[in-house]
């Protein structure tokens, strides 16, 4: 079992900054990705980015070159920061692992809200 804690969230202005963290413990495998995704309300649940084992990370085109994703795999942390944001960014943020070849994320975090006032 991984559990994952999210914290950071919050209420912010657009064009504005906030960053979001990630804390995973328990049987954690060396070699995993994590990842973060969003849910908006009356939306799907949609990725954001993720991170592999070695530090790369890879973006949605809606987020790209404003969030910058990274890890502490010593810590076994992983953040999200999160500049410009935009009221369409207004969403439930969650933090996903899995073991690297995994098809799907197998664990997920209780979400942390993310509100962005225009």
């Known amino acids: 079992q991984v559990q994952l804690v999210e914290s950071g969230g919050g209420l912010v202005r657009a064009g504005g900054s906030l960053r979001l963290s990630c804390a995973a413990s328990?049987?954690?495998?060396?070699?995993?990705?994590m990842g973060w995704f969003r849910q908006a309300p009356g939306k799907e649940r949609e990725f954001v980015a993720f991170?592999?084992?070695?530090?790369?990370?890879t973006y949605a085109d809606s987020v790209k070159g404003r969030f910058t994703i990274s890890r502490d795999s010593a810590k076994n942390t992983v953040d999200l920061q999160m500049n410009s944001l935009r009221p369409e960014d207004t969403a439930i943020y969650y933090c996903?692992?899995?073991?690297?070849?995994?098809?799907?994320?197998?664990?997920w975090g209780q979400g942390a809200q993310v509100t962005v006032s225009s």
């Open positions: 996903a692992y899995k073991r690297t070849g995994a098809v799907e994320y197998e664990y």
């Open positions: 991170v592999s084992w070695s530090g790369v990370g």
């Open positions: 328990g049987s954690i495998f060396r070699f995993n990705t």
